[in-house]
């Protein structure tokens, strides 16, 4: 609590909209320190990144030792980062020389990324946050994280997560709390915040993430980033270490929604190993560059969802934002309807407040998790719970999961069938209203102070449907914080949903980096920042 109060009394406030701007421009155009003499890689897109490595104006190990850099500079404050890759500037030499002999393989050749920290990498540890798992190091990739190592990217190393992904802030007892980049006192979100935080303070290109309810969509809307929740089954959950397999799903974390589509490409599709990806085969382009949207929105029909859009008088701060982003829409030739799904509070809020599935899976999944890695320092959540080596902050969320047995398996049962409802509900409105996609606020709320709760999440109706949506940056609020704008599609219509992201993006310039000059200055460094 002293850090906190602490930090608190040094950090930088958020700056007003046109304050922040002019500050963002100078740290930009007056020579990063950190900057490369050839070519500046701060907020360059993969395309960018792409032509400077091709002119010889970048190699990828400048690019690895850029970021580095940063980290060094910059993470004290934000404890984004978990453990970094040993071995990111020898793959980065080796990438440079296959480039140099027989050109890239492809769009993510030599490009640096990160992923998030439940992701099984060969040669690191994946502790999923928890303290207890330090020192374990599966042998194989993850699925995802193969097909990023085959597409030519390096992987510079894994990012903090809200411990277990149980919760929607970022903090955990392997390596403690992560920071907003643009407010040290407010999280990032979660549980995919470290990613969403190093992404956004430019520590490398784009970064994974994983999604069971918002925590792919929140960490990109408290940090002016675009995140994909795709279909459910559209990317494998192979080798991650799971939540809950109904909802668990890993996306692409980016700062353009081009860069974004890069990423999604070569992580996306059917997988043996994930039964659940089946569902994909045939329902992807041959690339998701080709959804995106160099014009206007001509002939889009979007449909602002009432149900969450202000539930509670506070989140009028947040609906002014979002209502600005629908009128920017509009200008760009969208047809912007609200509307109203009969029962929707019922059918989103089922039992325990529509977490119920999450709760229930969870208890079975980490055991079967652990089953199947016979080598992990700990064999089931009971044994995690008798521990007590495990952050406050989830405690509650572990002893619910640990209380299903059987005698819950028939409300389980009901609330499988009670989501196909909510997702059918769903999938009529739009249908009735002839609409493209829904749209609402990501959060209600803007990022909270560390160690308070993160009200007005709207993460449950696509985690519970398994509806595909993607957020995208909305604007600032007066006092300077991130807010994003979830769009919903049908099933298998993310090439839709990346259309609409795109040229809202292009057109609106919303994403606006932090000021890490600033904030690295007047922060005092995060105690528990450790990088194994």
Same mark, same amino acid.
């Given at each position: 609590?002293?850090?906190?109060?602490?930090?608190?009394?040094?950090?930088?406030?958020?700056?007003?909209?046109?304050?922040?701007?002019?500050?963002?421009?100078?740290?930009?155009?007056?020579?990063?320190?950190?900057?490369?003499?050839?070519?500046?890689?701060?907020?360059?897109?993969?395309?960018?990144?792409?032509?400077?490595?091709?002119?010889?104006?970048?190699?990828?190990?400048?690019?690895?030792?850029?970021?580095?850099?940063?980290?060094?500079?910059?993470?004290?404050?934000?404890?984004?980062?978990?453990?970094?890759?040993? !071995?990111?500037?020898?793959?980065?030499?080796?990438?440079?020389?296959?480039?140099?002999?027989?050109?890239?393989?492809?769009?993510?050749?030599?490009?640096?990324?990160?992923?998030?920290?439940?992701?099984?990498?060969?040669?690191?540890?994946?502790?999923?946050?928890?303290?207890?798992?330090?020192?374990?190091?599966?042998?194989?990739?993850?699925?995802?994280?193969?097909?990023?190592?085959?597409?030519?990217? @390096?992987?510079?190393?894994?990012?903090?997560?809200?411990?277990?992904?149980?919760?929607?802030?970022?903090?955990?007892?392997?390596?403690?709390?992560?920071?907003?980049?643009?407010?040290?006192?407010?999280?990032?979100?979660?549980?995919?915040?470290?990613?969403?935080?190093?992404?956004?303070?430019?520590?490398?290109?784009?970064?994974?993430?994983?999604?069971?309810?918002?925590?792919?969509?929140?960490?990109?809307?408290?940090?002016?980033?675009?995140?994909?929740?795709? !279909?459910?089954?559209?990317?494998?959950?192979?080798?991650?270490?799971?939540?809950?397999?109904?909802?668990?799903?890993?996306?692409?974390?980016?700062?353009?929604?081009?860069?974004?589509?890069?990423?999604?490409?070569?992580?996306?599709?059917?997988?043996?190993?994930?039964?659940?990806?089946?569902?994909?085969?045939?329902?992807?382009?041959?690339?998701?560059?080709?959804?995106?949207?160099?014009?206007?929105?001509?002939?889009?029909?979007?449909?602002?969802?009432?149900?969450?859009?202000?539930?509670?008088?506070?989140?009028?701060?947040?609906?002014?934002?979002?209502?600005?982003?629908?009128?920017?829409?509009?200008?760009?030739?969208?047809?912007?309807?609200?509307?109203?799904?009969?029962?929707?509070?019922?059918?989103?809020?089922?039992?325990?407040?529509?977490?119920?599935?999450?709760?229930?899976?969870?208890?079975?999944?980490?055991?079967?998790?652990?089953?199947?890695?016979?080598?992990?320092?700990?064999?089931?959540?009971?044994?995690?719970?008798?521990?007590?080596?495990?952050?406050?902050?989830?405690?509650?969320?572990?002893?619910?999961?640990?209380?299903?047995?059987?005698?819950?398996?028939?409300?389980?049962?009901?609330?499988?069938?009670?989501?196909?409802?909510?997702?059918?509900?769903?999938?009529?409105?739009?249908?009735?209203?002839?609409?493209?996609?829904?749209?609402?606020?990501?959060?209600?709320?803007?990022?909270?102070?560390?160690?308070?709760?993160?009200?007005?999440?709207?993460?449950?109706?696509?985690?519970?449907?398994?509806?595909?949506?993607?957020?995208?940056?909305?604007?600032? !609020?007066?006092?300077?914080?991130?807010?994003?704008?979830?769009?919903?599609?049908?099933?298998?219509?993310?090439?839709?949903?990346?259309? @609409?992201?795109?040229?809202?993006?292009?057109?609106?310039?919303?994403?606006?980096?932090?000021?890490?000059?600033?904030?690295?200055?007047?922060?005092?460094?995060?105690?528990?920042?450790?990088?194994?």
């Amino acid at each position: 609590m002293l850090l906190v109060l602490l930090l608190a009394a040094l950090s930088a406030r958020p700056l007003p909209a046109q304050t922040q701007a002019l500050a963002q421009a100078e740290e930009m155009s007056s020579g990063d320190p950190l900057a490369l003499a050839r070519f500046d890689p701060l907020e360059a897109s993969i395309a960018e990144l792409q032509v400077a490595m091709g002119s010889g104006r970048l190699t990828a190990r400048e690019l690895v030792d850029y970021y580095l850099a940063r980290i060094a500079r910059y993470d004290p404050a934000l404890n984004s980062i978990a453990t970094l890759n040993p !071995t990111a500037r020898s793959r980065a030499d080796a990438l440079d020389l296959e480039r140099a002999e027989s050109g890239p393989r492809g769009p993510l050749h030599g490009i640096v990324l990160l992923v998030k920290d439940n992701f099984e990498t060969r040669g690191m540890p994946t502790t999923a946050g928890s303290v207890l798992l330090h020192g374990f190091q599966p042998e194989q990739d993850a699925e995802v994280v193969k097909r990023l190592r085959s597409a030519g990217a @390096i992987l510079l190393g894994k990012t903090n997560m809200h411990e277990f992904a149980y919760g929607i802030t970022t903090v955990g007892s392997g390596f403690g709390v992560t920071r907003n980049p643009y407010d040290v006192t407010r999280n990032p979100g979660g549980s995919s915040g470290g990613t969403a935080a190093a992404v956004t303070a430019n520590f490398a290109v784009a970064g994974l993430g994983t999604d069971t309810c918002g925590s792919i969509r929140i960490p990109a809307a408290h940090n002016n980033l675009v995140g994909l929740r795709g !279909t459910q089954g559209l990317v494998s959950r192979s080798g991650i270490v799971p939540l809950s397999h109904t909802q668990d799903i890993a996306g692409p974390i980016a700062r353009s929604v081009a860069d974004l589509a890069l990423v999604l490409d070569a992580i996306a599709g059917f997988d043996p190993k994930d039964e659940q990806t089946a569902a994909s085969y045939g329902n992807q382009p041959k690339t998701y560059q080709d959804a995106l949207r160099a014009g206007d929105l001509a002939g889009i029909r979007i449909g602002v969802l009432e149900d969450l859009l202000i539930v509670e008088p506070a989140d009028m701060e947040v609906a002014d934002v979002f209502g600005a982003a629908m009128s920017e829409m509009q200008s760009l030739g969208a047809t912007v309807e609200r509307i109203h799904i009969d029962g929707f509070e019922a059918l989103q809020s089922s039992r325990v407040d529509g977490f119920f599935v999450l709760i229930h899976e969870f208890k079975t999944d980490i055991n079967a998790y652990f089953a199947s890695h016979p080598n992990a320092p700990v064999a089931s959540l009971d044994e995690i719970l008798l521990s007590g080596q495990y952050d406050p902050a989830i405690g509650e969320s572990l002893r619910l999961s640990q209380a299903m047995d059987e005698r819950s398996d028939q409300d389980y049962l009901a609330e499988l069938a009670h989501r196909e409802r909510f997702r059918l509900a769903v999938l009529a409105a739009m249908a009735k209203q002839k609409l493209d996609v829904l749209a609402y606020p990501t959060l209600r709320r803007t990022a909270a102070l560390i160690d308070a709760a993160q009200p007005g999440s709207n993460c449950r109706l696509s985690a519970n449907t398994g509806l595909p949506a993607l957020s995208v940056p909305a604007g600032f !609020t007066p006092a300077g914080l991130p807010v994003g704008l979830e769009l919903l599609a049908r099933p298998w219509r993310e090439e839709v949903l990346l259309g @609409i992201g795109h040229a809202y993006e292009r057109s609106t310039r919303h994403r606006r980096a932090p000021v890490l000059g600033r904030t690295a200055a007047k922060a005092a460094p995060v105690e528990e920042a450790q990088h194994e």
